[in-house]
């Protein structure tokens, strides 16, 4: 199973605020092999014991990184594309999106979604359409959701 597994997009966690949002994400990487970035400040200390009991043993398989800011994880994202799940008006529905291998797809802070200055630097925006006069979808369920649409697209693609 293990072979059939290719490159995926990776996921990141913006100024994460709820531990066991973060520990079910770095569980669902753990078990896809989807690489997570987390960046502070986080709402929470990383050995909390809610995001321990959300990640279980699996926050010990993943692959993670942390970093310190918005800034520094750019540094390092080597030209990527970045994919900001966001509600604006400039966003496309996340089933319309030609997601690739290569992206960064972010996830915003469960409480303030990304700082303006930060989302200005993201031309890629996808959201997910809901109901008029709905607020909110749980943001590791969010991210769950706009994670697999990428990963079978990409996996259509390249079976196309």
Known sequence: MRDQIVKTPSLVLYH?????NAGTLLRLGACLGVHIDLIRPFGFVFDDKKLKRAGMDYIEVADYKIHDSFEKFCEECDGRRLVALDIGEDS????????DSNDVLIVGSEHYGFLKNDLAKIASRVKIPMLPNRRSINMAISAAMVLSEALSKIRKSRTS
Request: hydrophobic share 30%.
């Open 16 to 20: 994460p605020q709820i531990p066991q």
């Open 92 to 99: 496309v529905s996340y089933w319309d999106f030609e997601y």
